[in-house]
């Protein structure tokens, strides 16, 4: 395992691969959104749930399902900091981050610490499993 510098080049294509990620989901482009994921998928949520997410379709319902919980709390994007990446071997990351839940106005509705294990295929990245856990 090794953990990569801001300057190193995976590092920045793998915080560009989140910011795409971010982007879509905050434009409800759900397909776009959903291509970021391997089939099947997990996500472990913050209550310690586990969602398997078996393919598109039900990973695409899952996700409109949270995006409008959380518009009802007054979200309109995500924004992001502290990454820390690790590699896994040549193919595979596990990517941790601060996300920041934001309203019409900027300011941060709650935020949250969160991993992601992301496998390359064919130089695409995909998640395959996320976890919640505490800032």
């Not at 090794?2 to 294509?13: F, K, V």
């Not at 590699?87 to 601060?98: C, K």
């Not at 300011?107 to 610490?113: A, P, Q, Y």
Request: proline fraction near 1%; aromatic fraction near 16%.
């Amino acid at each position: 395992m090794q953990t990569l510098s801001a300057q190193h080049s995976l590092y920045t294509e793998l915080v560009q691969y989140f910011s795409s990620y971010a982007a879509t989901f905050d434009a409800r482009d759900w397909d776009s959104f959903i291509a970021h994921y391997h089939q099947p998928a997990m996500s472990i949520r913050a209550d310690g749930t586990v969602v398997l997410l078996p393919d598109h379709q039900q990973a695409s319902s899952f996700f409109q399902s949270v995006a409008e919980k959380w518009r009802q709390e007054g979200y309109t994007h995500f924004t992001t900091r502290d990454f820390e990446i690790c590699t896994l071997g040549r193919y595979s990351a596990i990517v941790t981050f601060i996300w920041e839940m934001r309203s019409a106005d900027n300011s941060i509705i709650r935020h949250w610490r969160q991993s992601y294990q992301v496998i390359s295929r064919d130089t695409i990245w995909y998640v395959c499993l996320s976890t919640f856990h505490g800032v």
